[in-house]
């Protein structure tokens, strides 16, 4: 938080046009939301895994898939993590 504060003080000094500040301030709030909403799916996905771990299943493959918002489509990587798992020995769980 202390950074976010620091980087709207950046912003803020480093503009003496009004209409330029505001731009800023705004790329700057609009990247600040496209990080959250990207980062709020990894942390429920990474609450799923642990579940499912927990449950005995083994996590095979991480697809990659999509967030859409009113403010931002986001494709979020193979490397983040959607649970498509399957206990050993038995068929696939999507």
């Known amino acids: 938080m202390e950074s976010i504060i620091a ?11 009004v209409i330029a500040r505001e731009k800023a301030l705004m790329c700057y709030f609009f990247d600040l939301i496209r990080e959250l909403i990207k980062l709020a799916p990894e942390e429920v996905d ?20 999509s967030v859409v918002t009113a403010l931002v489509r986001l494709a979020i990587g193979a490397e983040d993590m959607s649970v498509q798992a399957r206990r050993p020995n038995t068929h696939w769980i999507s």
Do not use: H
Not at 7 to 17: A, F, G, L, M, Q
């Open 7 to 17: 980087d709207i003080v950046k912003i803020i000094k480093s503009e003496n046009n």
């Open 46 to 65: 990474a609450g799923l895994v642990e579940e499912t771990k927990k449950q005995g299943y083994q996590i095979e493959k991480k697809n990659k898939r």
